[in-house]
Every structure is written in C-alpha cells, then in structure tokens.
C-alpha cells in the first residue's frame, strides 16, 4: 500500500508568481485536505476534496485554489504569491466512509518566496 | 472552533512514561478528541481518539475526564523516537475533515 505522496521537495518562488503543488492520496482513499505550517506553528487548514469538489474552506483568500483528479490525486495552486506564503504545505488524505478516522498526511512540500 | 490549551513543551527520560496534558473547556457533545503527532521533517500522524471512554492502542493511551473538559495522552514507556510535537484536536462529525491545530506540546526524550 503507497502513503501519501507530494511532490515537489521544496520550492523557491519570487513574490507574484504562481506555484502548483501535488498531492496522489492513499490508495482507497477519496478525500484530500489541504493545510499550510508556518515555522514554529501548528498546521492550518486550507481546503479539503471529496469527488472532485470543495467540501469546506478555511480562512485563506481565494488565490489559494486547488483540484481533484478522478484518481483522487489533487493539486493546490497558489497565485499572486506572497512572501507570507513561505510554509511547508501538508496534504493528508482520508475516506469519506470512515467518518472521524484518522487523516494520513505527506511529508509536505517547503515552499519558499522571495 | 472549540479550542484546546497545551504546554508548550515538556521532557521525559527514555523507557519512562509521559503524560500530556490538554484542557479544553468548551468541548461540545458532539466533539470527538484526536491526538496526533509530528516527528522532525514530516507530516503529521494519528495517535489515537476518543469520545468520552478511556481508549488504548498500540502507540499510546488516552484518559479522558468525566466532565471531558481536560485529556491526558499517555505514552506508557517514551523512546528516543516518541520526540515529537503532539496536537490535541477536537473534531466535530460536522465539519468533516478538517482539523484544527493548535501549538501542540513539544516533547523531548533524554537518553
């Protein structure tokens, strides 16, 4: 059975641009959330995706968007890029099914802007 | 949001117990009590939950108050790999997936 896997590593944007983040689920899973850490902070949730559509939002602007794939797999895109933005950012993936059950999270991409 | 307050840090020694702590007074009804935890340079990972029983599993045992205003996560005997920032979380059935994350406890492992 695969984890959950992100892609890239790490990253360096300058302000303004625009970066594209990916996510492939665990297998057998068909919801992916989507959190930013700040350094020293615990994560904060951007978004989640059940089927291919937004199922809940947290506090972030709409310049944080995303998508999911038919495969579950899912992609956080980040536009007009701020250097606030500088976080590792978490993606965890669940079944809808299981109701509370536990959320399996990547190792996270660092994204840095400067 | 129902919040939840954490020290900000505790140490144990290696083979030792560890109990964490966690208050959260304005727990609803509905929420359950998640623990999870994060090791240097990785994601987050489920600990273990709980409503109002106590609950034990491989990785770890959970005490939950009667009133279910505080929790005690217990580690029965800490390893060099239990150092790790530990989350208290309460989750509601309805919000779905989402996780609300606080500071967490960082817990250090004395050889």
């Known amino acids: 059975e695969t984890g959950v896997t992100q892609s890239p590593t790490h990253l360096i944007k300058t302000r303004g641009q625009q970066v594209t983040l990916r996510c492939s689920s665990q297998?057998?899973?068909?919801?992916v959330s989507w959190y930013q850490q700040a350094l020293g902070q615990g994560p904060q949730f951007i978004f989640q995706y059940y089927r291919e559509e937004e199922n809940g939002r947290g506090n972030f602007p709409p310049r944080f968007s995303g998508l999911q794939f038919p495969n579950y797999s899912s992609e956080l895109n980040v536009n007009a890029l701020e250097l606030d933005d500088s976080a590792l950012y978490l993606c965890?993936?669940?079944?809808?099914?299981?109701?509370?059950?536990?959320?399996?999270f990547g190792p996270g991409t660092r994204l840095t802007v400067t | 949001d129902a919040k939840t307050t954490q020290p900000n840090s505790m140490e144990s020694n290696e083979e030792e117990p560890v109990h964490l702590p966690c208050n959260h007074s304005t727990i609803s009804g509905t929420d359950y009590i998640h623990w999870y935890r994060q090791l240097p340079s990785q994601g987050p990972e489920y600990v273990i939950h709980g409503l109002t029983s106590n609950v034990n599993n491989r990785m770890a045992s959970l005490a939950i108050a009667e009133d279910r205003k505080s929790s005690t996560l217990i580690l029965h005997r800490a390893t060099l790999r239990d150092a790790a920032v530990y989350y208290c979380i309460l989750r509601d059935n309805n919000q779905g997936g989402k996780l609300i994350f606080g500071q967490g406890t960082e817990l250090s492992v004395k050889p």
């Open positions: 965890a993936s669940s079944s809808k099914a299981s109701g509370l059950g536990e959320q399996y």
């Open positions: 297998s057998g899973h068909n919801t």
